[in-house]
């Protein structure tokens, strides 16, 4: 069974910048494109970023376009995230998970999701 398992949250300033991991385990990391995903207090899950199984493709929601920037590493079963310029609004759980296509798809597409980690952007 897949496992997922993220780390690098925090509690930063704005203006500020993390960079977020993510480790996988039981699975075939490397055929499977990648996403981050986030959640904030009384809101539902957003989209963040999405890499396709190679890294050819990215897709970014508009928010973060800019700023953050998703890469993977399939020899050490990772995917990353770069976030530069945090702002209070990115507030919020951080998911890591794996869809079920080589290429970047919709939502739905990704049936194995991380614990999450928290990031907290100060004001």
């Known amino acids: 069974q897949v496992h997922l398992g993220e780390s690098g949250g925090g509690l930063v300033q704005a203006g500020g910048s993390l960079r977020l991991s993510c480790a996988a385990s039981g699975g075939t990391f490397s055929r499977f494109a990648m996403g981050w995903f986030r959640q904030a207090p009384g809101k539902e899950r957003e989209f963040v970023a999405a890499?396709?199984?190679?890294?050819?493709?990215?897709s970014y929601a508009d928010s973060v376009k800019g700023r953050f920037t998703i890469s993977r590493d399939n020899a050490k079963n990772s995917v990353y995230l770069q976030m530069n310029d945090l702002k209070s609004e990115d507030t919020g759980v951080y998911y890591c998970?794996?869809?079920?296509?080589?290429?970047?798809?919709?939502?739905?597409?990704?049936?194995?999701w991380g614990q999450g980690t928290q990031v907290t952007v100060s004001s």
């Open positions: 890499i396709s199984w190679r890294g050819s493709s990215i």
């Open positions: 998970a794996q869809a079920r296509t080589y290429y970047i798809g919709s939502d739905s597409e990704y049936v194995y």
